[in-house]
């Protein structure tokens, strides 16, 4: 039974992690994309070892691990619990100014900055919050719970373990990644020396949230070349690359496969980069869809399309690259039911509505459980993540520290 006496630090923790620009760049070549993600990962690392996590270090790559001992007589398996440090490309996460709303009773939220709204039509959510203390930025950035705010739940949890030894649990391992907005967040890490059985990633949105299905994603590289020349001498000559480019844009399907058209477990294709000159222009889209064999059926339409385009261009080359991301990890997790059965168990226990839906989306679980560590992804309260809207709940933040010590306690107790 958790106690209800409990002083939450994960506000506290919350508000000071979100201090730390942890912006990662999905053009570097490097590991980490941004070394200031380091910086808070440095301070982590130190923070668990002042309470008391002897272990607790931060390696060459950026990833903290710690380590918290079993006290049970029983050979309980280890669990993983698992958070990244930065925060999306798109949105700069640099002096960010929290702001506390307290006592939400409805409607529309606007930010002192920037002209934002938080509109409560785009996030249905909020209906769910009323008498609820909501935490935004101030509209100049993003807020950066997606996912401190799982990074300041797993360490409260720490904290009331190791207040209240009393509480049975076998091995824990705390584990805090660079990377994962990059979709690199499993790159570099080293899970012989994580050591554990089964993990969970801490970084969903909606109370209640147990995840186990995630989209399958490949990336297309796609170059179109054509000819330069001085265009006052360029009449029969020269083949313009971003006219070949925008023309194949241009064909692309209108009425689906697309994020705009698209939702529930419908697949899609997306653009996400447009870069070129007269000589060669590069496209870059990321394929998705919850049924592995249909990225290739995807991308069969791009190749044709981009086929057709060429030779609307006499003289036009084409090159075209698929990149496998990651794959829906639910293919690996129905193999290990415990590991979902326990979550929605403990969000019973804790009178919260399971929700079982599936992600639109990817998380460094996917590549985890397919690396040999089965790892769902439970909820973190964090909301309209990669925006300037972003926000999250205290109480749901206090409402995942429960979570992941009931988690905890579970596992012990079925061992």
Known sequence: MFDNNY?????DRFLKYVKYDTQSDEEAESFPSTEKQKILSEALAKE???????????DEWGYV????????????????????????????????????????????????????VIKAAENPDMSEMKGFDIVTA???????????????????????????????HGPIKICFTPDEETGRGTEKIDLKKLDAKYGYTIDGQTRG??????????????KFTGKNIHPGYAKGI??????????????????KLSPETTDKREGYVHPTNFNGNEELTIL????????????????????????????????????????????NMKEILDKHPNVINYAVEVMKKLDVKPVMNPIRGGTDGSKLSFMGLPTPNIFAGEHAYHSKEEWVAIQDMELAVK?????????????
């Not at 002083?7 to 506000?11: D, G, I, M, R, S």
């Not at 949230?209 to 796609?222: K, L, N, P």
């Not at 006219?243 to 009425?255: Q, T």
Request: aromatic share 8%; with cysteine.
């Open 7 to 11: 002083k939450f630090t994960c506000l």
């Open 48 to 58: 668990l070892k002042e309470m008391g996590l002897t272990d607790a270090h931060m």
């Open 65 to 116: 691990m710690a380590s918290i001992p079993s006290n049970s007589n029983k050979n309980v398996p280890t669990i993983a619990f698992i958070s990244h440090v930065d925060t999306s490309p798109a949105v700069t996460g640099k002096d960010v100014k929290p702001i506390i709303h307290k006592n939400y009773q409805g409607g529309d939220i606007k930010l002192p900055n920037g002209n934002v």
């Open 138 to 168: 101030d509209g100049t950035t993003l807020l950066g719970a997606d996912n401190k705010a799982g990074v300041a739940e797993i360490v409260d949890a720490v904290n009331y373990f190791l207040t209240h030894p009393e509480i049975k």
């Open 209 to 222: 949230e147990v995840e186990s299905e995630t989209f399958s994603a490949d990336m297309v590289i796609i």
């Open 238 to 255: 020269m083949i313009n690359s971003m006219k070949v480019a925008s023309h194949f844009i241009e064909s692309l399907p209108k009425d």
């Open 284 to 327: 870059k889209f990321i394929i998705r869809d919850f049924e592995t064999a249909k990225l290739k059926e995807y991308e069969n339409i791009l190749k044709d399309l981009a086929e057709k385009a060429v030779k609307d261009f006499p003289g036009a080359k084409l090159e075209f690259q698929v990149i496998e991301q990651y794959r």
């Open 403 to 415: 979570v992941i010590v009931e988690l905890a306690q579970i596992w012990e107790e079925k061992s």
